[in-house]
C-alpha cells in the first residue's frame, strides 16, 4: 500500500487564492518531497523537508511537518492558472540499512481558474 | 546534460510479446528506481537497486524483472507483456543533493508503454 496519503483528492480555487493540500503517512521517514506533474508530464521536485525539520518555504510554496502526526502540508500562495497540476507528496524513508525508498500517495489534482 | 536518460519513449507491444527498458544515469548515484505510473495514480515502486550488484523487490514486482548492470544503468524488462502492464513507466536515481539540502530523487522523463 502506498505510504503517502493526500487530501484533498481534488482542488479547484480561483486565480490569486491559496491553495493547501495535506499529505498523512504511516511510518518513520528520513525526508518528505512533494512534486508537481503536468498532464501527461514528468515530475518536477518541488521541495524537500527534512525529518528534524518543521517548516520550509521556497517562492510561494510552504511546507509544514508534523512528525508527531506523521502529516505535512503544502501551501501555495497566491496561486497562477500555470499551477494548475497534480501534487504528490512522497517520502524517503528506510526499509533496512541503506535500502532507501520513495514512497507516492495518490495526489492532489489543483485546477486554478483564471 | 546531467541526469536519468530512459529509452525508448514510448512503445506498443502485443500481448505475450517481451521488451527491456532501459535507464541510465551519469551522478554515480548509488541507488535507482522503476516506477510505474497509472492513469490518476500516483507512482508505484516496481524495483530497485539499493547499489550495483543488489536489486530488491518493491510493491508491484509480479511480471517483472530487472538487471543492474552497472552503476550507471538499471534496466526493466517485461517477459510476457499484459495489458494490465499498459502504464507509464518511470526510472529514477537517488543520493545527497546539496541544493535540496538532503538525500533526493532524479527522475527519467518516463517511458509509455501500451500493450494490446
Known amino acids: 500500500s502506498q505510504q503517502g496519503e493526500e487530501d484533498p483528492q481534488a482542488l479547484s480555487i480561483q486565480e490569486g487564492e491559496n491553495a493547501t493540500m495535506n499529505c498523512s503517512y504511516k511510518t518513520s521517514i528520513n525526508n518528505l518531497q512533494w512534486y508537481r506533474q503536468n498532464s501527461g508530464r514528468g515530475l518536477v521536485h518541488l521541495i524537500l523537508?527534512?525529518?528534524?525539520?518543521r517548516e520550509k518555504h521556497s517562492g510561494r510554496l510552504r511546507v509544514t511537518l508534523d512528525t508527531s502526526k506523521k502529516s505535512s502540508s503544502l501551501l501555495i500562495t497566491a496561486s497562477r492558472a500555470a499551477d494548475t497540476a497534480s501534487y504528490f507528496c512522497?517520502?524517503?524513508?528506510?526499509?533496512?540499512?541503506?535500502?532507501?525508498?520513495?514512497?507516492f500517495g495518490k495526489g492532489t489534482l489543483l485546477t486554478v481558474n483564471p | 546534460n546531467a541526469g536519468v536518460t530512459q529509452t525508448p519513449k514510448f512503445q506498443v507491444l502485443k500481448t505475450g510479446q517481451s521488451m527491456t527498458l532501459q535507464c541510465a544515469q551519469d551522478?554515480?548515484?548509488?541507488?535507482m528506481y522503476w516506477y510505474r505510473q497509472d492513469p490518476g495514480m500516483g507512482l508505484r515502486l516496481i524495483y530497485y537497486s539499493a547499489s550495483e550488484g543488489t536489486t530488491d523487490k518493491g510493491e508491484v514486482p509480479n511480471g517483472y524483472n530487472v538487471s543492474r548492470l552497472n552503476k550507471r544503468e538499471f534496466s526493466l524488462r517485461l517477459e510476457s507483456a499484459a495489458p494490465s502492464q499498459t502504464s507509464v513507466y518511470f526510472c529514477?536515481?537517488?543520493?545527497?543533493?546539496?541544493?535540496?539540502?538532503?538525500?533526493?530523487?532524479?527522475f527519467g522523463s518516463g517511458t509509455r508503454l501500451t500493450v494490446v
Open positions: 523537508i527534512r525529518s528534524n525539520e
Open positions: 529514477a536515481s537517488r543520493d545527497r543533493d546539496r541544493e535540496r539540502g538532503d538525500y533526493g530523487y532524479t
Open positions: 551522478m554515480n548515484h548509488n541507488s
Open positions: 512522497a517520502t524517503d524513508a528506510s526499509s533496512g540499512g541503506s535500502n532507501y525508498k520513495l514512497t
